[in-house]
């Protein structure tokens, strides 16, 4: 059995840019066939989406069973002579493993095997189960992978009792943040028309631009909530405005702005796009609209879980955790309709960038905490 490092490098070897796999999942999968894992090979296609290769894989039978999601698709490396390495060579630089993947998410992955290996050596009797999820879809579409796995999974009854998400969960340095939930993410591409013509017969034409900034202005004056209990308060964003005009001299003829939400669980999707248009009608203008629901938010309620997770991590680093719901989407929010979920795994903070790496220390450190989870778990 390789050990973490080993197993990091070798998958940040594989080109796995989404939804390409490039040999990750069968390096894992014969990994964990020699642990003993029963493999479970699960591609998925024909849902609006590129096909997407994934793998379920599980030993013990018996209950409580803990379940493990990550992972093994990764962001394109941008600018490759930007990189101090190659972005797929899986290198060591001083104290670094650097390589696309390397924390976000290869890194975690490798340490849970690792640590899985330490405990299962130790407890070759026990009798609960434990399980590996990974998917290839995780980076972008999210429509053929973890989703699709976990209805298989209820299908043939092996959904878990609780699981441990393997994201980048802190800021700074380990111990710093576990996440017990994800804000919700809502899309809109807001449209407003008017008449083309020339700056200098303004009577002749209708500059859509005054209407667009002050429905803009409206939406980015408004204060959705306060926040709640665990969820900082919704934010909305504008991303892009354009109009598309390659002269100074034209009145447009049309005007597109998109905006994004992250709200918090005091809203749903649905619930949100009726307080958009709400706000938009009131002032009074014709628009179009178009929504783009990415994700509901979702939140595992403090309780044994998350108190076993939060106190393995202080006994294991010294610091205690917060439990947070901030950052981007993951694929626990798919995992959420099935069972209690944590994120935990290494510090992101060069996650998606040039050089992106964990320390050796980190890399330890997570599979330190990963085998003592395991441990208070099932002993």
Request: aromatic share 8%; net charge negative.
């Amino acid at each position: 059995m390789p050990d973490a490092l080993s197993i990091a490098q070798k998958l940040i070897r594989c080109k796995s840019i989404t939804p390409e796999d490039d040999g990750a999942m069968a390096y894992l999968s014969s990994v964990l066939k020699s642990m003993g894992f029963e493999i479970f090979d699960l591609p998925f296609d024909g849902r609006e989406s590129y096909p997407v290769k994934n793998i379920f894989a599980r030993i013990g039978k018996g209950a409580p069973h803990l379940c493990f999601a990550g992972h093994t698709d990764v962001v394109p490396p941008g600018d490759e002579s930007a990189w101090s390495v190659p972005p797929f060579a899986g290198e060591v630089k001083g104290d670094s493993l650097i390589g696309r993947g390397a924390s976000d998410m290869k890194g975690n992955i490798a340490a849970f095997m690792a640590a899985a290996e330490k405990f299962l050596v130790a407890n070759k009797n026990f009798t609960g189960s434990m399980s590996l999820l990974i998917t290839g879809d995780e980076e972008k579409d999210a429509v053929n992978g973890t989703s699709r796995v976990l209805e298989w999974m209820k299908k043939n009854n092996h959904v878990p009792d609780v699981c441990i998400v393997g994201e980048p969960s802190n800021p700074d340095y380990i111990g710093q943040e576990i996440k017990i939930g994800r804000r919700g993410s809502l899309t809109g591409k807001l449209t407003v028309k008017g008449k083309q013509g020339h700056v200098a017969y303004p009577d002749r034409a209708d500059n859509p631009l005054p209407r667009m900034i002050a429905l803009l202005d409206a939406l980015e004056r408004t204060v959705f909530d306060k926040g709640s209990a665990h969820f900082p308060q919704s934010n909305l964003e504008i991303t892009t405005i354009d109009v598309g005009n390659k002269a100074d001299n034209v009145i447009p003829a049309m005007a597109t702005a998109s905006f994004n939400v992250r709200f918090s669980d005091r809203w749903t999707g649905e619930a949100l796009e009726e307080k958009i248009r709400e706000v938009l009608n009131k002032a009074s203008m014709e628009y179009e609209i178009k929504f783009i629901r990415g994700a509901e938010s979702f939140l595992t309620q403090p309780g044994p879980w998350t108190a076993l997770v939060c106190n393995t991590v202080e006994a294991v680093t010294g610091h205690k955790p917060a439990m947070t719901t901030n950052g981007g989407t993951s694929d626990a929010r798919f995992v959420a309709q099935y069972c209690p979920v944590v994120e935990f795994g290494m510090v992101n903070k060069s996650i998606h960038q040039v050089d992106e790496f964990c320390t050796l220390s980190q890399l330890e450190k997570c599979e330190s905490i990963y085998h003592e989870i395991l441990k208070r778990y099932f002993v």
